[in-house]
């Protein structure tokens, strides 16, 4: 039985002239000589080239050559460290569970940068250059990102959709933050690692009194830089209002003027005409 099975693997790979004898009742000796014509014909070497290529290739999992793939506890995990890397690199394995890129020299984070990586839990992108997040940039990855690490970086200010749809534990440390009602918001409705927060600090703020204090302690305090957009939103608005009031009121001045003038030089030019009166009076006289 073991050796018709052997048989029938190696008849797989074999041209249709040598497929005739199938099974235990094959003969042996033609088996032979079709190995051996498949062994000696160049096309058939070709073929069993192929077929082997197919099988010991791992398909989907190359690594990119700038970085090191390992495994850790069992999942992929793609070391791409102190690389010097200016982008994120495109042919990142799709199973990539565990990705660092921390310590490179990437300046930007486009959309659906990592749309692919289906399976990703652990985002490093700490000790980098990066100003731009785009709001998409993590789009295929929310539900399933855990940790995503944005610490030391150059980022001053960020788009709250990108961060709001995560489910992850964010870093956000030791960048060169403006204080502003976004920021506000991501440190009030995202997952903050609690130990980093207190190092999230208003490099920039309104009011140069918050310069230099971490945000969570300028929000202890008081102050509200939502509601200060707000009021600046409301006097904006206010002072539009009065301008275009303040342009119908000379509109109307300037047209009650206009019609006055002329109603009094048609006043004037009626005066300035003969009497009709006049006129008759003066005939009946000469008659």
Same mark, same amino acid.
């Given at each position: 039985?073991?050796?018709?099975?052997?048989?029938?693997?190696?008849?797989?790979?074999?041209?249709?002239?040598?497929?005739?004898?199938?099974?235990?009742?094959?003969?042996?000796?033609?088996?032979?000589?079709?190995?051996?014509?498949?062994?000696?014909?160049?096309?058939?070497?070709?073929?069993?080239?192929?077929?082997?290529?197919?099988?010991?290739?791992?398909?989907?999992?190359?690594?990119?050559?700038?970085?090191?793939?390992?495994?850790?506890? /069992?999942?992929? @995990?793609? *070391?791409?460290?102190?690389?010097?890397?200016?982008?994120?690199?495109?042919? $990142? !394995? %799709?199973? =990539?569970?565990?990705?660092?890129?921390?310590?490179?020299?990437?300046?930007?984070?486009?959309?659906?940068?990592?749309?692919?990586?289906?399976?990703?839990?652990?985002?490093?992108?700490?000790?980098?250059?990066?100003?731009?997040?785009?709001?998409?940039?993590?789009? /295929?990855?929310? @539900?399933? *990102?855990?940790?995503?690490?944005?610490?030391?970086?150059?980022?001053?200010? $960020? !788009? %709250?959709? =990108?961060?709001?749809?995560?489910?992850?534990?964010?870093?956000?440390?030791?960048?060169?933050?403006?204080?502003?009602?976004?920021?506000?918001?991501?440190?009030?409705?995202?997952?903050?690692?609690?130990?980093?927060?207190?190092?999230?600090?208003?490099?920039?703020?309104?009011?140069?009194?918050?310069?230099?204090?971490?945000?969570?302690?300028?929000?202890?305090?008081?102050?509200?830089?939502?509601?200060?957009?707000?009021?600046?939103?409301?006097?904006?608005?206010?002072?539009?209002?009065?301008?275009?009031?303040?342009?119908?009121?000379?509109?109307?001045?300037?047209?009650?003027?206009?019609?006055?003038?002329?109603?009094?030089?048609?006043?004037?030019?009626?005066?300035?005409?003969?009497?009709?009166?006049?006129?008759?009076?003066?005939?009946?006289?000469?008659?």
């Amino acid at each position: 039985m073991g050796e018709a099975l052997q048989e029938h693997r190696e008849a797989t790979l074999l041209p249709k002239s040598c497929r005739s004898h199938r099974g235990i009742a094959g003969s042996h000796a033609k088996l032979a000589g079709c190995k051996m014509t498949l062994t000696t014909t160049p096309a058939a070497g070709v073929t069993q080239a192929f077929f082997c290529l197919l099988l010991c290739v791992p398909w989907g999992s190359s690594c990119p050559p700038s970085c090191q793939c390992t495994e850790r506890a /069992g999942a992929k @995990a793609v *070391l791409c460290s102190s690389r010097h890397l200016e982008e994120i690199p495109k042919d $990142i !394995p %799709k199973d =990539a569970v565990f990705l660092k890129l921390d310590a490179n020299s990437i300046t930007r984070i486009p959309s659906n940068a990592f749309r692919h990586l289906s399976h990703l839990e652990e985002l490093d992108l700490s000790r980098n250059a990066i100003e731009k997040i785009d709001r998409a940039a993590f789009k /295929g990855v929310a @539900a399933g *990102l855990r940790t995503l690490d944005l610490s030391s970086n150059r980022i001053r200010s $960020i !788009p %709250k959709e =990108a961060l709001l749809a995560l489910n992850a534990k964010l870093r956000l440390a030791n960048n060169p933050w403006h204080c502003e009602c976004a920021l506000q918001e991501v440190l009030w409705e995202a997952r903050l690692d609690p130990d980093s927060v207190q190092d999230i600090t208003c490099h920039t703020a309104p009011r140069e009194e918050y310069v230099g204090k971490p945000l969570l302690q300028v929000l202890d305090a008081g102050v509200n830089f939502c509601s200060v957009r707000q009021r600046t939103t409301d006097v904006a608005m206010f002072i539009t209002m009065f301008g275009w009031f303040a342009m119908v009121i000379v509109y109307v001045i300037c047209y009650v003027r206009h019609n006055r003038e002329d109603a009094c030089k048609h006043v004037d030019y009626l005066k300035s005409l003969p009497s009709t009166q006049g006129h008759a009076e003066t005939t009946s006289t000469a008659l």
